[in-house]
């Protein structure tokens, strides 16, 4: 059974980077894909990021790029989202998913398989 679980949310300020963690228990999906959404306070849920477990390939939406890194160990099945260059926008419960498939071209309107609880990150002007 897949458990997956985020920390690493906090405060920060603009311009100021945080690193999220994420650990996909039991994850052993060769060809699946562990993506990182977020949900802004009234907003619709984002998907911001997405990593081919096999693979490593990595994909992001326009609003991340060039900001945020993804990256995983696969041996203790954890995934990273290194975030730089904060914004205010930025402030959101950040989700890390797991699912069975690759990330494809569709993955951030895809319902993943595995959620973690969220955590949260403020950041201030």
């Known amino acids: 059974q897949v458990q997956v679980s985020e920390s690493g949310g906090g405060l920060a300020q603009a311009g100021g980077s945080l690193r999220l963690h994420c650990t996909a228990s039991?994850?052993?999906?060769?060809?699946?894909?562990i993506a990182w959404f977020r949900q802004a306070p009234g907003q619709e849920r984002e998907g911001i990021s997405c990593i081919s477990w096999a693979t490593g390939a990595t994909s992001y939406s326009d609003s991340v790029k060039g900001r945020f890194t993804t990256s995983r160990e696969k041996e203790m099945f954890r995934i990273y989202l290194q975030m730089t260059e904060l914004e205010v926008d930025d402030t959101a419960i950040y989700y890390c998913a797991a699912d069975r498939l690759t990330c494809g071209s569709r993955w951030q309107k895809r319902q993943f398989d595995w959620w973690g609880q969220g955590t949260q990150v403020g950041v201030s002007s």
């Open positions: 039991g994850f052993t999906y060769r060809g699946g894909s």
